[in-house]
């Protein structure tokens, strides 16, 4: 880590691209309008008030707190039949049955209070499926999926299903050159 200058350590600085160049925004004296400046690499390097928005070593650390994992998800039920189609090529956008066992941790994250000495770690999660017929769990964010509440429900998700989600018509959106 100290090999990347103070400036894109600190967590008072703030990347702002403008021009196709970069410049810093210090908000070291508060987030208001007037308070936000403009701050150059030497400045930066000098300053006194400098925190790494990082956890740099060495630390001292007093209490390890882990943190719970919370598997139940944003209102679907654990063993919920699902259709889930991954979004990897090798599936050839084929559509399979599924059921959704949970939110499980995808990845481990670390934060250090240094006011206290606590490192303290959360997971992150995500839907969690298996796929029977592949012998595999598929999650949320490398698949697209619904849940399964009656035999009609189960059709293929298809390109348009994927297409009319509020997100990627957002993304759309955005590729599209301003009229004048």
């Given amino acids: 880590m100290e090999d990347k200058a103070k400036i894109e350590r600190c ?11 970069i410049e ?6 508060g987030w208001e309008d007037d308070k936000v400046r403009i701050c150059k ?6 300053c006194q008030k400098f925190k790494s928005k990082y956890i740099e070593y060495p630390i001292t650390v007093h209490e390890i707190v882990n943190k719970p994992i919370d598997t139940s998800g944003l209102g679907h039920e654990e063993g919920s039949l699902v259709a889930i189609r991954p979004c990897a090529k090798e599936y050839n956008e ?3 049955i599924g059921i959704y066992i949970g939110d ?13 000495g606590q490192l303290i770690n959360s997971t992150m999660n995500n839907p969690a499926i298996f796929v029977p017929e592949l012998k595999k769990i598929i999650y949320g964010c490398e698949s697209w999926w619904k849940t399964i509440r009656s035999v009609d429900e189960f059709s293929k998700i298809s390109n348009e299903d ?19």
């Avoid at 994927?162 to 004048?180: A, F, G, R």
């Fill in 11 to 21: 967590k008072y600085s703030h990347p702002h691209f403008k021009n196709n160049s």
């Fill in 162 to 180: 994927i297409n009319n989600t509020w997100y990627v018509k957002l993304l759309q959106s955005m590729d599209q050159p301003e009229e004048e």
């Fill in 104 to 116: 499980l941790p995808i990845q481990i994250l670390t934060s250090y209070k240094e006011s206290t």
């Fill in 94 to 96: 084929k559509t399979y």
């Fill in 24 to 29: 810093y925004h210090c908000v070291v004296d």
């Fill in 41 to 46: 690499k030497g400045e930066c390097e000098s």
